[in-house]
Nanobody, 126 residues
Framework: EVHLAESGGDSVQAGGSLRLSCVAS????????MAWFRQAPGQGREGVAI????????TYADFVKGRFTVSQDNAKNTVYLEMNSLKPDDTGMYYC???????????????????WGQGTQVTVST
């Protein structure tokens, strides 16, 4: 079992930056694929980025490439999402999630993840 706890969400103006954190505990070694998702009001969850916590390999959704960076600090069992050049469309609840495999399947499909955090709210205003 894995427990995930996000933090770092806030309200910012367009063009601003935020860094989200996701602290993992439990059987983290069995779930090396850690992803960030977001959900806007009335919409489904969409994949933002994923990282393999052993290899450091990353993949991003097209709509965040060049603006967001996912990284890890294994000593702290923490995955980060650095978000720059934020837009109002980036507004939503941001979640981290864990699954057993990095390759294969569809990384941006929320149904493929076994554990979720409670989320942290990001609001970007004009």
């Amino acid at each position: 079992e894995v427990h995930l706890a996000e933090s770092g969400g806030d309200s910012v103006q367009a063009g601003g930056s935020l860094r989200l954190s996701c602290v993992a505990s439990g059987d983290t070694g069995s779930y090396p694929a850690m992803a960030w998702f977001r959900q806007a009001p009335g919409q489904g969850r969409e994949g933002v980025a994923i990282i393999h916590t052993d290899a450091g390999v990353t993949t991003y959704a097209d709509f965040v490439k060049g603006r967001f960076t996912v990284s890890q600090d294994n000593a702290k069992n923490t995955v980060y999402l650095e978000m720059n050049s934020l837009k109002p469309d980036d507004t939503g609840m941001y979640y981290c999630a864990a699954r057993r495999f990095f390759y294969g399947g569809t990384w941006s499909d929320s149904l493929e993840y076994d554990y979720w955090g409670q989320g942290t709210q990001v609001t970007v205003s004009t």
